[in-house]
C-alpha cells in the first residue's frame, strides 16, 4: 500500500468516527450508566463498528451485535436480537434495510428506549453528506421555522421538468425531524433534516413530476402523476411507472370497499433542510434531506393522521423546485428561501 492510500485511509477513519462522535455525542446524547446496543450487519459493519468506538468513550455498558442481513425492509430481526432490543435504552441501527417498522422496534419504543436508525447507511454516506451535518444548528433552524407555517395552508409546486401542483395542507407541519434523539421511547432516522406535512385529503390538484430519485433509486427518466382531489389518476415514464402501477394495483386487490381507490392517494409533502446533504445521490433518506429538494410520499397516510390506511408508502424527490406557501416563498428554484 502506498503512503497516499494509507493517508486517504486514515482520514477515512477519522472522518467516520467524527460523525460517530456526533451521532453518540450531539443526537443520542448518550450518557455513562446508559445501556447501549448496536445492531449492525455485514455490509455496515464498518460504520457499527465506528459506532462503537464512540460509544465506549462514554459508557463500558455497550454490546455491538452484527445480525444476519435482511432480505428486504421490515422483516423482523432473529429472536435473540429482538430479546436484546428491549433491555436497552439506547439503540442505535446501522444496517442495510430498515428496522423501523419492525414488531421489535416497537416493543423496544414501547419499553422507552430511544431509537436512531440509518437504513441503507454506507462509509461514504456515513462520511460525507447529510450525516455530518451540525445537528445542534438544524434543530434551531428547524424549531424556528414555525411562525413561518402558522394559519397558512395553501401550498403550490412547480418544477422545470413540469411539476404544477396546489393543495392545502391537512394538519401541522411537522418540525421534529431533526436528528435530535434524546427523549425516552423517540425514533430518529439518520441522516435528518427535512420539514413534512399532510396534504388535505381530497384538495390536491395538477401535475407531479418526479425527477430525482424514487425510493432512494436515482431516475433516468421522470415519472409523471397527474392528481385529481388528492388521487393519482394517470401515471407515466416509461418501465419504472409501470412497475410502480403493478405495486398499486397488488396492493388495492388486498383491500375492500372505498379503501381500495385509496391507494393512490397523495400521502405526504415534504422539503430539504439538512445545509450538508446537497446532491441527491439514490439513498432515500439522505435524498429526501437535500437542501432544497422536495418530495411527495404516496399511498399511506395514518402515520401523519390521514384516512388512506393501505399498508405502504412510497416517495419521491424532484430537483429544483419552487414552493410557495400563500404569499410565503419556502424554496426557490431550489434554494431555501424560507427566513
Known amino acids: 500500500m502506498s503512503a497516499d492510500d494509507v493517508a486517504r485511509d486514515s482520514e477515512s477513519v477519522q472522518a467516520m468516527l467524527s460523525t460517530a462522535r456526533s451521532v453518540v455525542r450531539t443526537c443520542l446524547q448518550i450518557r455513562r450508566e446508559e445501556d447501549v446496543l448496536i445492531i449492525t450487519d455485514p455490509e455496515t459493519s464498518e460504520v457499527g463498528q465506528a459506532l462503537y468506538e464512540e460509544a465506549s468513550r462514554v459508557t463500558d455498558r455497550i454490546l455491538l451485535v452484527m445480525m444476519p442481513p435482511t432480505q428486504k425492509p421490515g422483516k423482523e430481526p432473529p429472536l435473540p436480537v429482538s430479546d436484546i ?159 410502480i402501477g403493478s405495486i398499486f394495483e397488488l396492493a388495492k386487490a388486498s383491500l375492500r370497499g372505498a ?23 439514490g439513498n432515500k433518506l439522505e435524498d429526501q434531506v437535500v437542501r432544497g429538494s422536495a418530495y411527495f410520499g404516496f399511498g399511506d397516510n395514518t402515520h401523519l393522521g390521514g384516512s388512506a390506511r393501505v399498508g405502504f408508502h412510497l416517495r419521491g424527490v424532484m430537483r429544483d423546485p419552487s414552493v410557495t406557501l400563500e404569499d410565503s416563498s419556502l424554496i426557490n428554484e431550489g434554494k431555501v428561501a424560507i427566513r
Request: charged letters at 25%; hydrophobic letters at 35%; a neutral charge.
Open 85 to 243: 432490543m428491549r433491555r436497552h435504552r439506547v439503540i442505535l441501527i446501522a444496517t442495510k434495510n430498515s428496522l423501523s417498522h419492525t414488531r421489535a422496534r416497537q416493543q423496544a419504543s414501547k419499553e422507552g428506549a430511544r431509537i436512531v436508525s440509518m437504513p441503507g447507511i454506507n462509509d461514504e454516506l456515513f462520511e460525507n453528506g447529510g450525516m455530518t451535518a451540525d445537528y445542534n444548528a438544524l434543530q434551531r433552524e428547524i424549531s424556528g421555522m414555525g411562525s413561518v407555517f402558522r394559519r397558512k395552508r395553501r401550498v403550490r409546486v412547480t418544477t422545470p421538468s413540469g411539476t404544477d401542483i396546489e393543495f392545502r395542507t391537512g394538519g401541522r407541519w411537522v418540525l421534529e425531524d431533526n436528528g435530535i434523539c434524546n427523549r425516552p421511547g423517540q425514533v430518529s432516522n439518520l441522516p435528518a433534516g427535512k420539514v413534512f406535512v399532510l396534504p388535505n385529503e381530497g384538495t390536491m390538484n395538477g401535475t407531479i413530476v418526479i425527477d430525482g430519485s424514487w425510493e432512494g433509486s436515482l431516475l433516468d427518466d421522470p415519472l409523471t402523476f397527474k392528481v385529481e382531489e388528492g388521487l393519482v389518476v394517470e401515471s407515466s415514464g416509461g418501465d419504472l411507472a409501470a412497475e
Open 259 to 281: 379503501r381500495r381507490e385509496l391507494v393512490w392517494t397523495v400521502a405526504e409533502f415534504g422539503i430539504g433542510m439538512n445545509p450538508k446533504a446537497l446532491n441527491i445521490v
